[in-house]
């Protein structure tokens, strides 16, 4: 069975540049999560969807970070413009439903702004 | 508002010993439980949950954990390691509504040495 798949794997960017990442949940999810490690801060929320709609977006940074789900099988997450503190690995996550249910998650996005 | 302590960053033991990586929350509501495994360079992996019955929770690799309501905690322990669960163990706390996604802890990184 697939998993979360996540694109791309690694980026390397210049500050000022726009930045994508991709997810694409298992099918039958209900929930999407989108979390961003660092040394510094570990695993942070930055925003949970459940059934394309956003619950919860209190851990997104600040303005130049936005996140969407146009369909259950899709979402992405921007960052417009990008900084060098944005650089951490970021990790797309689903589940049936929030709560009880096993988070499934993807094996993360690399990011490196210089 | 709901959080999780994991009380040592780093575990170093040796192989084939005895190992208690420590987990305390808070929460004003009820919760459920998790711990979740992160190798190099991969995304996190299910070890095992607790959501209720039976406070002693089995999960994968032989680790297990036991709920205490009292005190708060889930800690997890496995009798014997192997140099194989050499990772970053993180637990993690939902609360029961499901209108919050998981909260993680800073993580423990167990060194198993031979």
């Known amino acids: 069975d697939a998993g979360v798949i996540q694109s791309p794997r690694h980026e390397v960017t210049e500050m000022g540049q726009e930045v994508t990442l991709r997810c694409k949940p298992i099918?039958?999810?209900?929930?999407l999560f989108w979390y961003r490690q660092t040394m510094m801060r570990g695993l942070e929320l930055l925003i949970y969807?459940?059934?394309?709609?956003?619950?919860?977006d209190s851990g997104m940074p600040e303005d130049r970070f936005s996140a969407k789900m146009p369909n259950a099988s899709f979402s992405t997450l921007k960052i417009q413009p990008s900084e060098p503190r944005d650089s951490a690995v970021y990790f797309c996550?689903?589940?049936?439903?929030?709560?009880?249910?096993?988070?499934?998650f993807g094996e993360g996005s690399w990011l490196t702004v210089v | 508002a709901q959080s999780v302590t994991q009380l040592d960053s780093q575990v170093p033991v040796f192989e084939e010993a005895p190992v208690e990586l420590r987990c305390n929350y808070s929460s004003s509501v009820s919760v459920y439980l998790f711990w979740y495994v992160q190798y190099p360079n991969q995304g996190l992996q299910l070890l095992l949950k607790y959501l209720s019955g039976s406070t002693l929770v089995k999960g994968i690799n032989g680790f297990e954990a036991e709920f205490n309501k009292s005190q708060t905690s889930f800690h997890l322990r496995k009798p014997s390691v192997h140099i194989s669960d050499t990772a970053e163990y993180f637990c993690a706390v939902s609360d029961r509504t499901g209108r919050r996604a998981l909260t993680f802890g800073s993580g423990t990184r167990l060194q198993v040495q031979p």
């Open positions: 969807f459940n059934n394309n709609v956003p619950i919860d």
């Open positions: 099918s039958g999810h209900n929930s």
């Open positions: 996550a689903s589940s049936l439903e929030a709560g009880s249910d096993t988070i499934y």
